[in-house]
């Protein structure tokens, strides 16, 4: 059994390396028999006889827009060929016949799909033709090149690969040549897109390199090469067409950066950056440059085809210059520098030793993970300085030997990244390459500030307390680490001295509320910042006065209130029944029943000589009243008050003379009641009427209006006789307050 199963195996294995041989063997004859065919579908050659392939294209002609500049050259001993050019509308299929009349050889290849085609041929003349076909053999044009294989000149080029650079206004070319041609001189002629003739020829002073100037930034140009004829270079064909697009003369415009720290990655971050180009379809892409501040090489130059870049460095300062770029130009670039960003923990500390060393010192447990470090120091405002080094033992490094001394009273800033590498510590690129360990700052000398604290201003001044503020003392004039403020301030009285105080502030604050201060009191402050060293300049002395105190007594206010509310509830009816107590109010004729019954004008022409007597009864009160002053003040007093008084009575009689000309008729009785006034004052005591009543002049109309119908005053068109009695009367009434006053007794027995 055991044996019948390895002769198994082993025809098994027989049949299988079998079939894999037949297999081999038949994919390669298809190889070699497929070969030919696909040969003969594109490019066949035949051999032919000149009078028949001459008679079978002979409607072919030379034209300018079909297949032209066919020439043949030779590149070596037994390298000829021939180059053409292809027509305006042509297949790019060529027909191409090389004849030797004095040989009898004839050759035709067809399906040529290139402008070139190697030659063959023996020390006779030769003719070639090339055919191109548009449509069909119907159309077609040809080029056609005669000559000899010892007068084949020895043509060097075009060259290999052409390198057009645009400088401002200049275009840079670099050329490099095919070995067997060898370094050349090089001449270049160019246009600009569109024009169909070509600018003067420029030909290079040195070998594979030429300058074309005075060129318009914003065109674009075709260009064409060619080596400059020599002996060893009889033939020097152009070569193809050039395109240099326009020079990219802006810069790309920085949009956004943003900082973010990595939390999974300590001392490291993510610096995202994105920019826009304000020219589109110019460019190919941008080029971005990224190194460091302290000179650390290497510049690692990056490419990408969008507008961001996404960085992950450490904590050290750096600096990227953007640009655009194309195939013949590069824009000016636009500079972005990545500021230094501070780490102190203190888990880096610094000693200095002197002027050119000083020592680091870091945690023993980094020793353990990382050997490769770097250390860069700097000041304020300058690149800085950096030096790499290897430490597996020590958790400290002494940097002796400066190349630039440290200064003193100049603050530095030392940090120290860890690098992952351990066989070379020096940085082979920049993205993602180092974390920062620590910073720590220190200064070789310290000093005291040199400079005091600016913009010191108050606010809030109250009775007693005020807030301070000032402005930080620059670091450069600091010359030592701040350690406070110290602010002094006394009360300022004019030649006289006061006690002077002085509290102490935090380095890092820029106000302080004084507090316990006297009122209405000027103060005089003066800040200074102090160091290890001392106290640095004072500012100047700058005053403030507290608010002053007002004597306020809560209980005062309350009764003022209290009163000012009764008044404003209470005060109105009260004056209201005041007034009319004091100063009772007359009665409108107007609106007494007696008008409401007059009948005729002639009643309304007596009320109207009423109206006067009424306001002779308002003034009995007055006259009363001088009266009692009279008897109390000397004669000389009372005779220089009596002009105010009669001032008030003929205001009084003016108003009701306002009221009776009403009308409008009554005018020229109010005049002659004047002038009666004035003449009739001695006829008071004669006068028939008296009256008991206190509103007289309803009286008198009472009295006199029964006896002024009866007398047929309502069919009286002027004036009665009767009325000018009337008004005699009234003018005895008002006379009887107009007169003299009466000596006392004569005033006695009248009240009696």
Not at 20 to 45: E, I, R, W
Not at 638 to 645: A, D, E, G, T, Y
Request: charged share 20%.
């Amino acid at each position: 059994m055991s044996g019948g199963g390895e002769r198994s195996g082993e025809a098994e294995t027989k049949h299988c390396w079998l079939g894999t041989y037949m297999h081999v063997v038949v994919v390669g004859l298809m190889l070699v028999l497929d070969a030919p065919v696909f040969t003969n579908v594109h490019v066949s050659a035949e051999k032919c006889k000149p009078k028949n392939i001459s008679a079978k294209y002979q409607h072919c002609g030379i034209h300018p827009d079909g297949v032209h500049n066919l020439d043949c050259f030779r590149k070596s001993k037994k390298d000829e060929k021939c180059t053409w050019e292809p027509g305006v509308h042509g297949s790019k299929s060529y027909t191409f016949i090389l004849q030797q009349v004095d040989k009898a050889h004839c050759v035709a290849y067809y399906n040529l799909t290139k402008p070139n085609q190697k030659l063959r041929i023996f020390d006779y003349n030769f003719t070639v033709e090339v055919i191109e076909s548009s449509a069909g053999e119907a159309n077609c044009t040809k080029a056609v090149f005669s000559g000899s294989k010892k007068t084949l000149k020895r043509s060097c080029g075009p060259p290999s690969k052409v390198l057009p650079t645009r400088t401002p206004g200049a275009l840079q070319v670099n050329v490099t040549w095919l070995k067997e041609d060898g370094n050349n001189r090089i001449s270049v002629r160019y246009r600009a897109l569109g024009s169909r003739s070509w600018n003067e020829t420029v030909e290079s002073q040195l070998p594979n390199a030429a300058m074309v100037e005075k060129l318009t930034p914003s065109l674009v140009y075709v260009v064409q090469i060619q080596c400059v004829t020599t002996a060893e270079c009889s033939q020097c064909p152009w070569s193809e067409n050039y395109y240099v697009p326009s020079e990219l003369t802006t810069q790309p415009i920085i949009v956004s950066t943003k900082y973010a720290d990595i939390m999974q990655k300590t001392g490291c971050r993510l610096i995202s950056i994105t920019w826009k180009f304000p020219v589109k379809d110019l460019y190919d892409g941008y080029r971005v440059t990224v190194w460091k501040e302290s000179g650390e090489p290497p510049q690692e130059q990056l490419t990408t085809s969008e507008p961001e870049i996404r960085l992950i460095l450490s904590y050290s300062a750096y600096r990227l210059n953007i640009s655009a770029y194309n195939n013949a130009s590069v824009s000016p670039a636009a500079t972005h520098v990545i500021p230094q960003h501070s780490f102190g923990d203190g888990r880096l500390n610094a000693t200095v030793h002197n002027s050119t060393a000083f020592t680091i010192h870091w945690r023993a447990d980094r020793v353990r993970k990382y050997v490769c470090y770097v250390v860069e120091w700097m000041k304020k405002g300058h690149s800085g300085w950096y030096q790499s080094f290897f430490e597996d033992t020590e958790a400290s490094k002494t940097v002796s030997s400066l190349s630039e001394h440290l200064e003193p009273y100049t603050r530095y800033r030392v940090t120290l990244h860890l690098r992952p590498n351990k066989n070379t510590c020096n940085m082979k690129h920049i993205n993602n390459s180092e974390s920062t360990y620590g910073s720590t700052e220190f200064y070789h000398t310290e000093g005291s500030p040199v400079s005091a604290p600016a913009n010191v201003s108050f606010h809030n001044v109250t009775l007693n307390s005020a807030t301070l503020q000032w402005s930080h003392i620059p670091e450069e004039d600091l010359r030592g680490f701040l350690l406070g403020y110290i602010i002094y301030y006394t009360e300022h009285h004019y030649r006289e001295a006061s006690t002077a105080h002085n509290v102490t502030v935090d380095p890092g604050s820029t106000s302080f509320h004084l507090e316990a201060l006297k009122s209405g009191t000027a103060y005089q402050v003066q800040i200074c910042g102090f160091t290890s060293e001392g106290e640095g300049i004072r500012s100047n002395p700058s005053v403030f006065k507290t608010d002053q105190k007002v004597n306020f007594s809560i209980r005062g206010a309350i009764a003022a209130f209290v009163v000012v509310a009764s008044l404003l509830a209470f005060g109105s009816p009260v004056i209201k029944r005041a007034k009319a107590i004091l100063w009772p109010r007359l009665p409108n004729p107007g609106h007494s029943n007696a008008v409401r019954k007059i009948e005729s004008p002639g009643q309304l022409k007596l009320l109207e000589a009423l109206a006067t007597l009424k306001v002779a009864e308002e003034w009995d009160t007055k006259s009363f009243q001088i009266l009692e002053m009279e008897a109390a003040v000397p004669p000389q007093t009372l005779s220089s008050m009596l002009p105010h008084v009669r001032t008030c009575e003929d205001d009084t009689l003016e108003m009701a003379h306002a009221w009776s000309e009403g009308d409008g008729d009554s005018a020229a009785d109010d005049d002659t009641a004047d002038t009666l006034l004035d003449t009739q004052r001695t006829h008071f005591q004669s006068s028939p009427f008296t009256f008991a009543g206190g509103y007289t002049t309803m009286e008198m109309f009472q009295q006199l209006t029964p006896q002024w119908v009866a007398e047929g005053g309502s069919n009286i068109k002027g004036e009665p006789e009767d009325l000018t009695v009337l008004k005699s009367v009234r003018l005895d009434y008002v006379r009887q307050f107009s007169t003299s006053p009466p000596s006392d007794s004569e005033f006695t027995s009248t009240l009696l």
